[in-house]
C-alpha cells in the first residue's frame, strides 16, 4: 500500500469538510453526480412546462387566455399564443431535452455517481477536471435559459438550428439574434464539459478498475458508459466544428452555410458559395450518434436492474457487449437517413436504408436477450423493475416505427410529420427517461440512504406507462393523416381540421402524465429527507460492488481495502449457492458457505 | 538511486518519487492490469477529439471546394518560416526528452526554454501572416478558401496557446526539480501533444495548399 493509501485512511478519518466544499464545491464524483442529476431535473421541468404550452395551443388554437396574457404579455400578447414563441418552444423544448436532461442525467448522473463505485474505485481518476466538467455544464444550463429572457425570445430554428435560417441573425426572425448567439455558446459550453467527462469516464473506466475487475465482468452499465463516453468524444467535436463555422458566418461575414441570391427584408445579400446542406450533415453526422448516447446508458442501466429482480443472470452477456459495440459503430454511418427529403442521390438514400435497418439487428438482439432474462423469472415488482421492465415495451414501441422511417420510401411520406414525433419520443425520449427513473427508484438508497416510497412510485410508474402511450401512440396516426410537425396552427388546414378531437386527447393526456411527473418529484424531494432509511448495505440484495457500500456512501467509497473481484456482476441463482446472489468479491466456492 | 536533480540533491525539497507507483489506492495507477497510465489515455482521448474537430472542419472543405466561388488563395512566404519554427519547435522538445532521459538537467532547461521561445515564435509569425494577408486585400470573407485559411489556423493556433501553457507548466516543474529520468511523465505528454499538434499543422497546410 503506498502513500496514498495512508492519506485517503486520513481522510476517513477527519471527513469535516465544510458545507460548501462537501456539497457545493467538490469534487467527490457522487456528489457531482448528484448535482448533475438535480440540475438535470431542474431542466427537465422547464422542457417539460415548454411542451405543456405547446400542447395547450395545439388542441386550442387560436384561443384566448387571460391569464396566461397577464404573466406572459409578449408571449401572449392579446392573450393568444404568439406564432414566434410557439416555434421558439418547439426549439427550446427539444434543446432542453435532448442535451440539458437526457445526455446529462444519465452519462453525467448516472455516469459519474456509478462508474468509481462499480468498478471498484475511490473517485474518477481526474476528480477536478469531473468538477469542472459540472460546473461548466450548469454555466451552459444558464446560458440556453437565458435565451428565453433576451430581446427576440430564444431561437425559432428547433434544436436541429437548420441553416441559413440559423445563419443569418435576426433578420431571419426575431429568436434568430440574441438568442441563437446564447444557443450556439450554450451548446459549445456543453460540448466542452461533455469532452471532460467522456475523457474522464474511459479513463477511469480502463484504468482504475480494481484487482480481478476484468473487462468481461464489468457491469452492463459500465459496458455502456464506456461505449457512450467514446461516442461522445468523437461526435461532439463534429457539433463543435459546425458550430464554430456557423458562429463565423453570423459574426464573421463568412458563407459557409449561406448560398448566393439570399433576398432578405427586399435586400440581396452578399454571401455565396455556401451550402446549407453542409449543416445538415454536419449536424446529424453528430446528431444520430448522440441519440445512442442517450440510449446506450438507458440500456445498460436496465439490463442490470432487469438482471437484478428477475434474480437471473442477463441473458447472454456477451452478445450485449458486442451489440452495444455495433450499435455505436453503425451509428456513425447513417447519418442521412435524417435527410432523405433533402435531395439526396436516391442511391445514397438506398445505402443509408440499409445501414439504417442493419441497426434493427443488434438492438433486437438486445431486445431477445432481456425477453430471455425475463423468461420464467420469479421477477420482483419494484418501481426500479416496473420501469425497467417499461423501458424494454416503449423501446419496442418506439423502434418498430423506426423501421418504416427508415425506409426512404416510406419516409417521404412520414417525414416531418408526427409520425416522426411519435417514433423519436418513445424510443430517444421515453424509453431513456423509463430506464432513468428505474435508476433513480434503484439507486436512491445508495445516493441518499433513503427508499424513495414504493406506492407513490408504482403511481408513478403506472401513471406515465398509461399516460406515456395516451400521448404518444395517436401521434403515429395523426402522422399518417398529415399532420406536420412544428406547425403553430393544425386548423388553419382543412385537411387537418378532423384531426382536432385526436389533438385535444393528446394533449388532455400531455397534462394528466405531466401531473402523474409532480407526485414523481414530490417523492423524490421528500424522501431526500423523510424516507424510509435503508439499514443494510445492499437492501436490493445486488452482486455489484456499489451494494457493498454503505448508504450512502462515505467518502472514499471502499474502507481501508479496496475490493477484489472474483466474479461477474450476474451471479443470481446459483445452483448450490446459499443465497440467490452472489456479490462480486465472494471468492470461488465461498458461495456455498 | 540515480541523482534526480541539482536541486532536489541541493537543498532537499523532498524524498524522491518511488521507483514504481503507488499501488491499491484506487488514485494513478493501482492493482489495474492496464498497461498504460490515466494520462497517457487522457492525452490520446484529447487528441482523438481533436482529430475529430479537424475531420469536421475537412469534411466542410472538401464539401464546399467544388463551388463556382472557391477562389483559391496564393499563402504568402511567410507560411512555410512559421511551418519551419513549429518543426524545430517539435526537434527541441525532443531534445528535450533526451536530455531528460540521461538526467541532464541543464540541457533539459534549454532545450524547454528554445521549444518555448519557437513556440511562441510561432504563434507570433501566425499573426504577421495574418496581417500581412489582410494587408495585401485576403480578408476572412474574401473567398470560401479564404474563409478556410483564417477559420483553420485560428483553431490551430488557439490549440498551439494550449500547448504553451502545457510547455509553461512542465518548464515549472523542470525548473523546480521536479523531472527526472524516471519521473517525466509530464514531459513526454506535452511532447505528444506537441508534435501531435505539428503534425496537424502539416496536414493543413497541405489541405490548403494542395486540397
Not at chain 1, 429482480?309 to 453503425?330: D, E, H, N, Q, T
Not at chain 1, 425497467?388 to 411520406?413: H, K, P, R
Request: aromatic share 14%.
Amino acid at each position: 500500500m503506498g502513500n496514498m493509501q495512508v492519506e485517503h485512511a486520513t481522510e476517513h478519518a477527519h471527513p469535516q469538510l465544510g458545507f460548501w466544499r462537501k456539497y457545493v464545491f467538490s469534487t467527490d464524483h457522487k456528489i457531482i453526480g448528484i448535482q448533475y442529476m438535480i440540475t438535470a431535473m431542474t431542466m427537465a421541468v422547464v422542457g417539460g412546462l415548454l411542451s405543456m404550452f405547446m400542447r395547450l395551443q395545439l388542441a386550442w388554437p387560436g384561443h384566448a387566455w387571460p391569464a396566461l396574457g397577464k404573466i406572459f404579455p409578449v408571449a401572449f400578447a392579446g392573450n393568444i399564443m404568439d406564432p414566434a414563441f410557439y416555434v421558439s418552444l418547439v426549439t427550446m423544448h427539444g434543446t432542453i431535452m435532448v442535451f440539458f436532461l437526457f445526455t446529462a442525467v444519465l452519462t453525467g448522473a448516472f455516469g459519474n455517481f456509478l462508474i468509481p463505485l462499480q468498478i471498484g474505485a475511490r473517485d474518477m481518476a481526474f476528480p477536478f477536471l469531473n468538477a469542472l466538467s459540472y460546473w461548466v455544464f450548469l454555466l451552459s444550463c444558464i446560458v440556453i435559459i437565458s435565451a428565453l429572457f433576451v430581446a427576440g425570445g430564444a431561437p425559432l430554428g428547433g434544436w436541429t438550428a437548420y441553416a441559413p435560417l440559423s445563419a443569418l441573425g435576426e433578420a431571419s426572425g426575431p429568436g434568430e439574434g440574441a438568442g441563437m448567439t446564447l444557443w450556439i455558446t450554450a451548446l459549445g459550453l456543453f460540448t466542452v464539459s461533455g469532452l471532460m467527462g467522456g475523457l474522464n469516464y474511459v479513463t477511469t473506466i480502463l484504468t482504475m478498475r480494481t484487482k480481478g475487475m476484468s473487462m468481461m465482468r464489468l457491469p452492463l452499465t459500465q459496458w455502456s458508459l464506456l461505449i457512450t463516453a467514446v461516442l461522445g468524444l468523437l461526435a461532439f467535436p463534429v457539433l463543435l466544428a459546425a458550430a464554430i463555422l456557423l458562429t463565423f458566418d453570423r459574426v464573421g461575414g463568412t458563407s459557409f452555410f449561406i448560398p448566393s441570391g439570399i433576398i432578405m427584408n427586399n435586400r440581396l445579400l452578399g454571401n455565396s458559395g455556401g451550402h446549407p446542406l453542409l449543416w445538415q450533415h454536419l449536424f446529424w453526422f453528430f446528431g444520430h450518434p448522440e441519440v445512442y448516447i442517450v440510449i446506450l446508458p438507458a440500456m445498460g442501466m436496465a439490463s442490470d436492474i432487469l438482471s437484478t429482480f428477475c434474480r437471473k443472470p442477463i441473458f447472454s452477456y456477451k452478445m450485449m457487449v458486442y451489440s452495444m459495440v455495433s450499435i455505436a459503430g453503425l451509428s456513425f454511418i447513417v447519418w442521412g437517413h435524417h435527410m432523405f427529403v433533402s435531395g439526396m442521390s436516391p442511391f445514397l438514400g438506398s445505402v443509408f436504408t440499409m445501414t439504417t435497418l442493419v441497426i434493427a439487428v443488434p438492438s433486437a438482439v438486445k431486445t431477445f436477450n432481456w425477453l430471455g432474462t425475463i423468461w420464467g423469472a420469479r421477477i420482483r415488482f419494484t418501481t426500479a423493475s416496473l420501469f425497467a421492465i417499461g423501458f424494454i415495451s416503449v423501446f419496442v414501441s418506439g423502434g418498430l416505427s423506426g423501421i418504416f422511417l427508415g425506409s426512404s420510401a416510406a419516409d417521404i411520406y412520414l417525414q416531418d410529420t408526427y409520425f416522426v414525433v411519435a417514433h423519436f419520443h418513445l424510443v430517444m425520449a421515453i424509453a431513456p427517461l423509463f430506464a432513468a427513473f428505474g435508476g433513480i427508484y434503484f439507486w436512491f438508497p445508495k445516493m441518499f440512504g433513503r427508499f424513495m416510497n414504493e406506492t407513490l412510485g408504482k403511481l408513478h410508474f403506472w401513471g406515465s406507462l398509461i399516460g406515456v402511450y395516451a400521448v404518444f401512440f395517436p401521434m403515429h396516426i395523426l402522422g399518417i393523416t398529415g399532420h406536420m410537425r412544428r406547425i403553430y396552427d393544425p386548423l388553419f388546414y382543412d385537411f387537418l381540421k378532423p384531426d382536432k378531437g385526436m389533438n385535444i386527447f393528446v394533449s388532455v393526456s400531455a397534462f394528466c402524465l405531466a401531473t402523474v411527473q409532480l407526485v414523481f418529484l414530490a417523492n423524490f424531494f421528500v424522501s431526500i429527507f423523510a424516507g424510509r432509511r435503508v439499514k443494510e448495505n445492499n437492501p436490493w440484495q445486488a452482486t455489484t460492488l456499489e451494494w457493498e457500500t454503505p448508504c450512502p456512501t462515505g467518502h472514499g467509497n471502499f474502507g481501508d481495502e479496496l475490493p477484489v473481484v472474483h466474479r461477474w456482476a450476474f451471479d443470481y441463482s446459483v445452483p448450490g449457492a446459499k443465497n440467490d446472489f452472489v456479490p462480486q468479491t465472494v471468492p470461488p466456492g465461498a458461495e456455498k458457505v | 538511486m540515480p541523482v534526480l536533480t541539482e536541486d532536489r540533491v541541493s537543498d532537499g525539497i523532498g524524498a524522491p518519487p518511488p521507483l514504481t507507483p503507488p499501488s491499491g489506492d484506487g488514485r494513478g495507477e493501482p492493482d489495474s492490469s492496464f498497461p498504460v497510465s490515466s494520462k497517457q489515455i487522457a492525452t490520446w482521448l484529447l487528441m482523438t477529439g481533436i482529430a475529430m474537430l479537424f475531420a469536421g472542419l475537412t469534411s466542410a472543405y472538401i464539401v464546399l471546394r467544388g463551388v463556382p466561388t472557391w477562389d483559391k488563395i496564393p499563402l504568402p512566404p511567410q507560411v512555410w518560416v512559421n511551418t519551419l519554427l513549429l518543426l524545430a519547435s517539435s526537434l527541441t522538445l525532443e531534445l528535450a526528452r533526451r536530455s531528460v532521459r540521461a538526467d541532464k538537467v541543464v540541457a533539459l532547461r534549454q532545450w524547454l526554454g528554445i521549444t518555448a521561445v519557437l513556440g511562441i515564435a510561432f504563434v507570433s509569425g501566425q499573426i504577421v501572416l495574418w496581417r500581412e494577408m489582410t494587408a495585401s486585400g485576403v480578408l476572412l470573407t474574401s473567398t470560401l478558401h479564404s474563409s478556410f485559411f483564417y477559420v483553420l489556423s485560428g483553431i490551430h493556433a488557439v490549440h498551439i496557446l494550449g500547448g504553451l501553457i502545457a510547455l509553461v507548466l512542465v518548464s515549472v516543474k523542470a525548473w523546480s526539480g521536479r523531472l527526472s529520468s524516471i519521473s517525466f511523465e509530464p514531459l513526454r505528454l506535452c511532447a505528444t501533444y506537441w508534435h501531435f499538434m505539428g503534425g496537424v499543422w502539416l496536414y493543413l497546410i497541405l489541405l490548403l495548399v494542395f486540397g
